[in-house]
């Protein structure tokens, strides 16, 4: 079992951060659902707005929890590798807000002949990350999941890989001026990001989860 079993509010804090970056991904995706559908009006504003609001508290979050890690009696290594995964696991959320603000600030609609693809891959990508957050839980705890779920995550990187690969093709042989082009495809690798990013946190869990075996 492990040790951080016994600092039961530094585990109450990591739970806190885990629970508001689920709500953040949740919102990301209930946002991308809806300017692939609709495009972008006020009501994706307020869904960017919600997103941003998580993410400030994921920030706000994992500062307490790297703040709480130092009081803590944990050992040097320890402490290294758990703050390693908790700021690599920060980075998605973040990932999320800023391909919402792409959206935001560019005002740019989703290229049509796309659409599908787009959302197959922010299925996939929230879809990783919630693998990510359960890999994240079964490491601070009973350490039966994580080969798994690291499994699970690079299958659908894989996955995510073929459809930004796809929609970036679709896009380079459309009519879209070169300008558009590059913009749309922007948007498709910022997104193919969260898959990628999922994949790191893992193979960081992954090495720490052998380490605390020995």
């Keep these: 079992m492990f040790m ?23 919102v990301f995706f209930e946002a991308m659902e ?10 994706f504003l307020v869904l960017a707005q919600r997103v941003h609001q998580h993410e400030s508290l994921c920030d706000d979050y994992r500062r307490e929890i790297e703040h709480e890690m130092y009081e803590k009696s944990l050992l040097p290594e320890t402490r290294e590798d758990l703050l390693i995964i908790i700021e690599s696991l920060d980075f998605i ?6 391909v919402i603000n792409m ?11 796309i659409k599908e693809e787009m959302l197959e891959l922010v299925k996939i990508s ?17 350490h039966k999941k994580v080969k798994e779920l690291n499994v699970l995550v690079d299958d659908n990187e894989s996955l995510g890989d073929d459809l930004e690969h796809k929609m970036i093709e679709i896009i380079f042989d459309s009519d ?5 082009k590059i913009l749309q495809k922007d948007f498709v690798i910022k997104l193919g990001e969260i898959c990628d990013l999922c994949e790191t946190v893992l193979d960081r869990i992954f090495v720490t989860s052998i380490k605390r075996q020995f």
């Design 176 to 180: 879209l001026s070169t300008g558009r």
């Design 34 to 43: 809806y300017i692939i559908e609709h495009g972008l009006d006020e009501h």
């Design 93 to 98: 959320p973040n990932a999320a807000e800023s």
């Design 126 to 142: 929230c879809e990783t990350f919630k693998y990510t957050v359960e890999a994240t839980r079964d490491c601070f705890g009973p």
């Design 103 to 113: 959206y935001k600030y560019q005002k740019t609609p989703v290229f049509p002949e």
């Design 4 to 26: 951080f079993k016994r600092n039961k509010e530094l585990l109450n804090k990591l739970e806190k951060y885990l629970e508001t970056a689920e709500k953040t991904i949740e």
